[in-house]
């Protein structure tokens, strides 16, 4: 049975589960390099399909994660009549997204790939939330009774959802209207402080370490949804969304973050974050933990944007009142069609049992052959190296930065080892290295290490199985100093860790550069350049080899250096 999955807003995407297994997930953005891209998904619903080698009649449904009316895919395109109206910018914010769900045209332009879909197959609207909870159960590997937490900004006019999984099924138990939004918040002080709200909240999450919430305690209380026993009790009239699509993705704006920008000028920028992100650990617990009380769990699953945020997931975690925490890695919009795919699929075959995951290598992978190809039209030096993870060990012993592009791309923001760029953490200067010379981004934010499975109690306190970067963990005393480079302000790691059978060449590298160096780890970064999406092509690695500091590149088994020797001895 084939099930597409079809998520079009922020972070558009597209995936297929055959049978209640993921085999193709892909970001839109990956494709038309817009990043957040909003767009129709035409390009990943085109790959879904191909990689598989099916075309719209061999699927049995189409699974939507949103309420929004739904037309056939090639509807969905936001064309206008020729009288189109003139709109302020308010009115064009009511939840543009669902602009391209509306019909506005019978026929797509010609020259855009149309994917008809038959008559006979059922288009099935997931709600946003239930598509994210569904996303966390689906793939958690137990139907066992667990309390699912889904957060976000907004999705579907629903910000948060507490959820019952049980015996392969989703009961909803408590949803929250925008009013309790953590998202807005969090959001909100992302742009006081100079990024973009839906984009730029990690960076607010890398910058609190540095602060001291005791030095802004309590300013940020009016902008920030309060709960107490598992309930709102204070809620926000945020002034927002003014949202509007910029770039080819959606992008927000409240009218609250000039009132937190005077406060950042006042307190002081690290304080604000660390303030924030205080607030956001409180209130998130003031929400969760009473939910598993009431329950009778000590089982947790979460999705939704929020729980991108890794410092969130370690208090949880921390806190000693789960035994088991599942967090769906893709946890943004971009898993929403997973999430609604595995939904209609359980539905549609219930008693099927829950599946795991074990890796998010689901999108796209180009052969030794096309890779040389791509090479060889541009009349680039390169050499092909058989013994390949021994070579680039030694390299990154030696401290080169190395673009690594193997096999499928990762699914979400994270890179897990095939699209990355790699290098020592075994000295402090690497991170002002990397940051400085590849990644052009500011200084404080950390860099997350890639380890092995293996040696993973060498370097996490209280470490559980950890294969996808989405919570940290306090990194052990005496490893601190041996890579710094990984090692947050806070003395914490976000980690990858990596089993052999999960990916056997970047276990094999890591396991190299261990051999040399005593430590089985890596800072591992993704491959793109700065504020574009994860690279995805042969030929977007080329350009983002040579636009930058990179020493090598290594795509598959060929190898691309900047040092003109080491190329020659190829
Ligand atoms: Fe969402």
Same mark, same amino acid.
């Given at each position: ?17 055959? %049978? ?39 699927? @049995? ?141 990690? &960076? ?22 309060? +709960? ?94 789960? %035994? ?75 401290? &080169? ?29 690497? &991170? ?32 559980? @199985? ?14 601190? @100093? ?32 261990? &051999? ?34 990179? %020493? ?5 088994? +060929? ?12």
């Amino acid at each position: 049975m084939n099930i597409l999955g079809i998520h079009i807003g922020h972070d558009s995407s597209a995936c297929l589960v055959r %049978d209640g297994k993921i085999v193709a997930d892909v970001a839109e953005e990956r494709f038309t390099r817009a990043k957040h891209c909003s767009g129709p998904p035409l390009s990943a619903v085109g790959y879904c399909l191909e990689s598989q080698n099916l075309t719209m009649k061999d699927i @049995d449904a189409v699974a939507i994660p949103s309420n929004a009316p739904v037309v056939a895919l090639n509807e969905m395109l936001d064309l206008k009549g020729p009288r189109q109206e003139k709109r302020s910018l308010a009115g064009r914010v009511e939840d543009q997204a669902r602009r391209y769900l509306k019909r506005t045209t019978t026929k797509p332009p010609l020259y855009i790939k149309n994917f008809p879909l038959p008559d006979s197959v059922p288009l099935v609207r997931v709600e946003h939330h239930l598509a994210h909870a569904a996303s966390a159960y689906y793939t958690g590997g137990t139907a066992e009774k667990q309390l699912i937490v889904t957060m976000d900004g907004s999705g579907d006019g629903v910000c948060i959802a507490l959820w019952r999984g049980e015996n392969g099924r989703i009961e909803p138990l408590q949803k929250f209207s925008n009013e309790a939004s953590l998202g807005f918040f969090y959001g909100n002080v992302t742009e006081a402080l100079g990024w973009w709200h839906g984009d730029g909240e990690g &960076k607010t999450m890398g910058l609190a370490p540095y602060g001291d919430p005791d030095k802004a305690r309590g300013v940020l209380d009016r902008f920030c949804p309060k +709960f107490s026993g598992g309930q709102l009790v204070e809620p926000i009239q945020f002034r927002g969304p003014y949202s509007w699509n910029q770039g080819g993705a959606m992008q927000w704006h409240f009218d609250d973050a000039y009132d937190i920008q005077a406060l950042v000028h006042k307190h002081g920028r690290e304080h604000i974050a660390a303030e924030a992100q205080r607030l956001l650990e409180e209130q998130s617990k003031e929400l969760i933990f009473p939910w598993l009380e009431k329950e009778k769990t000590r089982n947790l699953s979460c999705s939704g944007g929020i729980f991108l945020n890794v410092k969130l997931n370690q208090r949880v975690w921390e806190s000693g009142r789960v %035994d088991r925490h599942w967090i769906y890695p893709n946890a943004g919009d971009s898993g929403l069609a997973v999430g609604a795919a595995l939904h209609v699929y359980h539905q549609m075959n219930p008693g099927k049992p829950i599946g795991t995951i074990d890796s998010l290598y689901w999108g796209p992978e180009y052969s030794e052959k096309q890779i040389e190809a791509v090479l060889q039209l541009r009349q680039l030096p390169y050499r092909r190296v058989d013994n390949v993870e021994e070579y680039v060990a030694r390299q990154l012993a030696e401290d &080169k930065i190395v673009a690594w592009f193997q096999g499928r791309m990762e699914s979400g923001p994270r890179a897990l080892g095939n699209r990355s760029i790699l290098m020592s953490s075994n000295r402090k200067e690497n &991170k002002d290295i990397i940051n400085a010379r590849v990644k052009f981004r500011e200084a404080f934010r950390p860099f997350c290490p890639s380890l092995l499975w293996e040696s993973r109690h060498d370097y996490l306190e209280n470490a559980r @199985d950890e294969f996808f970067m989405i919570t940290s963990f306090t990194c052990k005393g005496p490893k601190r @100093d041996k890579v710094p480079a990984v090692v947050h302000a806070d003395a914490t790691l976000r980690p990858q860790t990596v089993q052999q059978t999960f990916n056997p060449r970047y276990w094999t590298l890591i396991n190299e550069f261990g &051999k040399l160096t005593g430590e089985p780890l890596l800072l591992n970064t993704s491959l793109n350049i700065m504020s574009e999406p994860v690279i995805n092509h042969p030929r977007e690695a080329i350009r983002c080899f040579y636009d930058n500091g990179l %020493d090598l590149l290594v795509m598959g088994n +060929f190898v691309l250096s900047k040092d003109k020797q080491q190329t020659a001895r190829g």
